[in-house]
């Protein structure tokens, strides 16, 4: 199972949200590119990139944070956030994005993003499906839609979709544990690679996702307030 922290951008710094709510930011790093560098000397070699303020303003923001830790590590990064066009789409991989993750723009736009699969390949689209109640939401979590979200996986899977990032809106950030019943229905009711996203607090949730069978997991907030060490993780990974 991959271990992918998570760097979110607001104003080039790294930042994280209780809830998706952008009132309760807390600036952790004003370096993203520190934070990167101390996350590849553990072992890391996965990182969820995400523009907060790209989802918001709806077109990429932050790519020169991108651009700077994809030249200076050699983090494999997945980014997310503001991503609406195709020339959106270009700058994320002209800038050093192996992955992007499509969210609001999977709802939004369906055929374009099935053209998004079909042009660059299964390996390098990620869907996003965030939730809360199961339902889907999009533009940075601020706007709601009715798609339940297994049935959203579902119409993805079927064009050829393979990796999933799915986050319970109401666990990300609280630390309070993954929403390991969802993530089970999930794997039950498909054939996805599915990544899990939200409410990690304790190395015993990351060990509770490979047992699952998550095919990935991404750790923010536990790692920023202490209470998942990254030495821990590095054990995690070399033990896997």
Not at 5 to 14: E, F, L, S
């Amino acid at each position: 199972m991959k271990i992918i922290p998570a760097i979110d951008i607001i104003d080039g710094k790294c930042v994280r949200l209780s809830k998706g709510d952008y009132s309760t930011k807390k600036i952790y790093n004003e370096n993203p590119l520190e934070v990167a560098k101390e996350f590849e000397y553990f072992g890391i070699k996965f990182l969820h990139l995400v523009d907060l303020d790209g989802a918001k303003s709806k077109h990429i923001v932050n790519q020169k944070v991108l651009e700077n830790i994809a030249k200076k590590t050699s983090l494999q990064i997945d980014f997310g956030g503001g991503l609406k066009t195709q020339k959106d789409i270009e700058i994320a991989f002209n800038s050093g994005a192996k992955q992007i993750t499509i969210g609001s723009l999977a709802v939004q736009n369906p055929e374009f993003c099935f053209n998004l699969i079909e042009k660059y390949g299964s390996e390098k689209i990620i869907l996003g499906a965030d939730c809360e109640n199961k339902k889907i939401k999009t533009s940075g979590w601020l706007e709601e839609s009715d798609k339940d979200v297994i049935e959203f996986i579902i119409e993805y899977q079927q064009k050829r979709i393979e990796n999933v990032i799915c986050t319970d809106i109401s666990k990300d950030g609280m630390l309070e544990g993954a929403s390991t019943d969802l993530y089970k229905e999930i794997l039950e009711k498909t054939t996805i690679q599915l990544i899990a996203s939200g409410g990690i607090s304790c190395i015993e949730d990351v060990y509770e996702m490979k047992k699952i069978g998550c095919s990935g997991t991404i750790i923010g907030k536990a790692i920023y307030e202490g209470q998942i060490g990254l030495s821990e993780l590095k054990k995690f990974i070399e033990n896997a």
